[in-house]
C-alpha cells in the first residue's frame, strides 16, 4: 500500500501556514518558505505543478477553457499502477481537461459564496471527508490523491453584506472597500487555519507514506503595494483585489512541504519553484522522470538558481486581450493592465511588461528589500541586461504575447468578475 498526497492550497502565502499541522509537517518533514509559482493564476500555475513544465513549455495560458497537452503526474503515476483522484473545491480547474488525467475527479460545488470571491465552492470538511472515503475503498492499492482547496480565495468588494450593487467611483471601482480590510483579513487567516484541521483530520484517519502541501499563488494583504488597489500603467486605481494581475512576490512566493519516509527534516529559505514539485516527488517514490521536465529533484541537496513567472491577466477575456491595443479604445480601467513576465534569483528579481515585445520595467534587489519598494531598474543596468538576456532566451519564440483570448458569455464574464479576476 502506498498513499501519496497533494495539496494545493488556493492564494495560501507562506504566512497562511499557521496552523499546528503545518508547524508539524514543518518540523517533520522539508519546509521551502520561498517557492515560487510558474504563472500568477490558477490554471497555468497548476498545470506547471503537475507536469513540471514552464508555462512557455506546456502552453497553457486560460483561466478557463485551457487544454493541457502535456503528460501531467496523475497520468505518470498511473502508468505505474498507482489509482488517482482529484477533489477540487473551485472554480476554474474543472473548466479545462484536467479531469482527463485523473481516474476518479470531483469538483465540489455546494456552497454559495458569490459575494465573496469563492462563488459556488466546496469547503475543506467535504473535500477531505470525500479523500478519504475514496482512500478507504482503495485500501492495500497504490493511491494518489491530488486536493485543491478553495476555502482562502476572497475577493475584496465593497458590497459584502449589502442587497445592491454601489457605485463606481470616477476611478471605475467601489468607493466605500477600505471598510472591509479587516474583515477580508481575518476569514482569510481563519480559513487558513480550517484547512489545517482538515488535513490534521486526514493524516489521523489515513495512513500516508507522502504529503507534499504548496498553493498555486499567494494573495496582497495591508500594507502591501497600493493594498487593496491594483493600479494601471497611468497610476489610476482600476481594482481591488483582483487575482493575476502582479507578479509581486504576495503574489508568486508561495509555501512548499515534502513530508515522507526518507525526507529530511530542515528548512530551506533558497527559492525553489513549483516546476520542481514533479520531479522531487518522482524520484521519491523511485519512478523515471520523464523527458521535458523543466524542474529538478529538490531533496538530493540541488536548488534552482533561476524562476520564471508570468501573468497574462489582460487576455482573460476578449475585452481585455492584448491591452497595449485596447489603449487605442478605452482611456482607463482593466484595459490598461499589462502582460508580465519576470526573472528572478536568491538577489535580483526583474519584470518586464509583455504586451509584445518585452520591456523591462522593475527590478527589485530582493536580498536587501523584500518587500519589493525600491525599483532599481535605472541604477543597476548590467543586472538588468544580464536577466533580461536570460528572459528573452527563454520564451523570444513564445508567442503568447501576440495571442488573443475568446470572448467568454456573459455568465463567464459574471463568474469571473465575482472570483475577482476581471
Not at 529538478?296 to 491577466?313: C, F, K, Q, R, V
Amino acid at each position: 500500500m502506498t498513499n501519496v498526497v497533494l495539496t494545493s492550497v488556493d492564494c495560501a502565502r507562506p504566512d497562511a501556514f499557521g496552523h499546528r499541522f503545518f508547524e508539524k509537517q514543518k518540523a517533520t518533514g522539508t519546509y521551502y518558505d520561498t517557492c515560487i509559482t510558474q504563472a500568477a493564476f490558477t490554471s497555468p500555475s497548476h498545470v506547471s505543478m503537475l507536469s513540471g513544465r514552464n508555462p512557455f513549455n506546456h502552453k497553457v495560458r486560460w483561466l478557463i477553457d485551457y487544454d493541457n497537452e502535456d503528460k501531467l503526474l496523475p497520468e505518470i503515476l498511473s502508468e505505474h499502477g498507482y489509482s488517482t483522484a482529484a477533489f477540487v473545491g473551485g472554480f476554474p480547474l474543472p473548466s479545462g481537461n484536467l479531469p482527463d488525467f485523473f481516474d476518479t475527479f470531483e469538483h465540489i460545488d455546494i456552497v454559495e459564496d458569490r459575494k465573496e470571491g469563492r462563488q459556488e465552492y466546496g469547503p475543506a470538511n467535504v473535500l477531505v471527508n470525500r479523500a478519504i472515503n475514496w482512500l478507504d475503498d482503495h485500501r492495500g492499492e497504490r493511491n494518489f490523491v491530488f486536493l485543491h482547496f478553495f476555502d482562502l480565495h476572497f475577493t475584496f468588494r465593497s458590497e459584502f453584506g449589502t442587497r445592491e450593487r454601489p457605485e463606481f467611483d470616477n476611478q471605475h471601482v467601489y468607493a466605500n472597500v477600505e471598510q472591509y480590510i479587516g474583515r477580508q483579513r481575518r476569514r482569510y487567516y481563519d480559513e487558513a487555519d480550517e484547512v489545517g484541521r482538515q488535513l490534521e483530520l486526514l493524516t489521523e484517519l489515513v495512513e500516508l507514506d507522502t504529503l507534499v502541501v504548496t498553493a498555486d499563488h499567494g494573495t496582497k494583504m495591508p500594507n502591501e503595494h497600493g493594498y487593496p488597489w491594483v493600479y494601471n500603467r497611468q497610476g489610476q486605481r482600476v481594482g481591488s483585489q483582483p487575482r493575476g494581475a502582479e507578479l509581486y512576490d504576495n503574489i508568486i512566493r508561495v509555501p512548499l512541504i515534502f513530508n515522507g519516509d526518507g525526507i529530511s527534516s530542515k528548512t530551506v529559505h533558497q527559492q525553489v519553484r513549483s516546476i520542481d514539485i514533479v520531479p522531487t516527488l518522482l524520484s521519491h517514490l523511485d519512478l523515471p522522470v520523464p523527458d521535458g521536465v523543466d524542474g529538478i529533484n529538490l531533496l538530493n541537496g540541488d536548488l534552482p538558481e533561476l524562476a520564471y513567472s508570468e501573468t497574462y491577466h489582460g487576455q482573460l477575456a476578449k475585452a481585455n486581450k492584448r491591452t497595449y491595443q485596447m489603449d487605442k479604445e478605452y482611456e482607463f480601467g482593466w484595459s490598461d493592465l499589462d502582460s508580465l513576465v519576470c526573472i528572478r534569483t536568491n538577489e535580483w528579481k526583474l519584470i518586464c511588461t509583455a504586451n509584445g515585445d518585452l520591456e523591462p520595467t522593475e527590478l527589485y534587489h530582493i536580498a536587501q528589500d523584500p518587500s519589493e519598494e525600491q525599483n532599481l531598474l535605472k541604477e543597476e543596468t548590467d543586472v538588468v541586461e544580464d536577466l533580461f538576456s536570460t528572459l528573452t532566451d527563454w520564451i523570444d519564440d513564445d508567442n503568447q504575447r501576440y495571442r488573443e483570448a475568446a470572448e467568454v458569455s456573459d455568465e463567464t464574464r459574471s463568474n469571473l468578475e465575482d472570483l475577482g479576476y476581471l
